[in-house]
T-cell receptor, first 111, second 110 residues
Framework: DVKVTQSSRYLVKRTGEKVFLECVQD?????MFWYRQDPGLGLRLIYF???????EKGDIPEGYSVSREKKERFSLILESASTNQTSMYLC??????????FGPGTRLTVT | GESVGLHLPTLSVQEGDNSIINCAYS??????FIWYKQESGKGPQFIID?????DKRQGQRVTVLLNKTVKHLSLQIAATQPGDSAVYFC?????????FGTGTSLTVIP
């Protein structure tokens, strides 16, 4: 079974802090994705990556950056956390443009 | 952006009944669709997928129907069980990106 893990299930940070969310997958998938999930809005794509050191902006990249130094790891960075970044963050990986496997999510609260 | 929406935000069914969850999509070029189940506090879990060259696909207790004419997708769950209670949402693939619906919350009444 594909396993996608995220570094934290719950995280509380202060406004202005730099936040790192880590995602690791164990199936050698090329594609990895970061989404945020908010009530009534569904999943919105922040960034995605098709290969090591490659990244593409999704629909809502503002305020975020990503890093993919190794194939299995995709990190989401909030350079200066703000309260409107309080959300559930979901990482996913996929072998191609098809089925995405999701991690358990990180619920981030910025106070 | 894409518009992927669900007709009903909540659905309650009696245990043992069949459930039907609907989804509308807007991009006729979308060629691949997935239904996900998300239980409280967990990440989305793949249920079933269908490609645009198919009208119907069946899994274990689940069936997905695709009507390309009206850009409509449905998920049918047979003999709904309490463990089926969750949020269900559809996703469409256009190019290399997925677009997700907001979800329908299914509650199974024992």
């Amino acid at each position: 079974d594909v396993k996608v893990t995220q570094s934290s299930r719950y995280l509380v940070k202060r406004t202005g802090e730099k936040v790192f969310l880590e995602c690791v997958q164990d199936m050698d998938h090329e594609n990895m994705f970061w989404y945020r999930q908010d009530p009534g809005l569904g999943l919105r794509l922040i960034y995605f990556s098709y290969d090591v050191k490659m990244k593409e902006k999704g629909d809502i990249p503002e305020g975020y950056s990503v890093s993919r130094e190794k194939k299995e790891r995709f990190s989401l960075i909030l350079e200066s956390a703000s309260t409107n970044q309080t959300s559930m963050y979901l990482c996913a990986s996929a072998l191609s443009s098809y089925e995405q496997y999701f991690g358990p999510g990180t619920r981030l609260t910025v106070t | 952006g894409e518009s992927v929406g669900l007709h009903l935000p909540t659905l309650s069914v009696q245990e043992g009944d069949n459930s039907i969850i609907n989804c509308a999509y807007s991009n006729s070029a979308s060629d691949y669709f997935i239904w996900y189940k998300q239980e409280s506090g967990k990440g989305p879990q793949f249920i079933i997928d269908i490609r645009s060259n198919m009208d119907k696909r069946q899994g274990q207790r689940v069936t997905v129907l695709l009507n390309k004419t009206v850009k409509h997708l449905s998920l049918q769950i047979a003999a709904t069980q309490p463990g089926d209670s969750a949020v269900y949402f559809c996703a469409e693939n256009t190019g290399n990106q997925f677009y997700f619906g907001t979800g329908t919350s299914l509650t199974v009444i024992p």
